[in-house]
Nanobody, 115 residues
Framework: QVQLAESGGGWVQPGGSLTLSCVVS????????MAWYRQVPGTQRELVAY???????TYPESVEGRFTLSRDNAKNTVYLQLDDLKPDDTAIYYC?????????WGQGTQVTVSS
């Protein structure tokens, strides 16, 4: 059974930074997708970072240059570095994995950006 557990959310002032972590328990094999999404209550979940086990990483324009996804396979952990945060980045951030045609989601971690 694959489980994802996010941590690292919190409150930060505009221009600040946070690092989110997603620990993966269970096997997701050698070929997988790991991604981060965010959601503001009442709106659709939005992709903010996408990666494949082959090394491909992409970001939407809204976060390009400010968010960075990285993987530490030895620790079964995926990170999302959030820099130059803006109030519009306030949301619940979710870790996502796809392996063997199955989707897995974490429980989410709240990020609040305000002065």
């Amino acid at each position: 059974q694959v489980q994802l557990a996010e941590s690292g959310g919190g409150w930060v002032q505009p221009g600040g930074s946070l690092t989110l972590s997603c620990v993966v328990s269970g096997s997701i094999g050698d070929e997988n997708v790991m991604a981060w999404y965010r959601q503001v209550p009442g709106t659709q979940r939005e992709l903010v970072a996408y990666s494949t086990s082959g090394g491909y990483i992409t970001y939407p324009e809204s976060v390009e240059g400010r968010f960075t996804l990285s993987r530490d396979n030895a620790k079964n952990t995926v990170y999302l570095q959030l820099d130059d945060l803006k109030p519009d980045d306030t949301a619940i951030y979710y870790c996502f994995a796809n392996y063997a045609f199955q989707d897995y989601w974490g429980q989410g971690t709240q990020v609040t950006v305000s002065s």
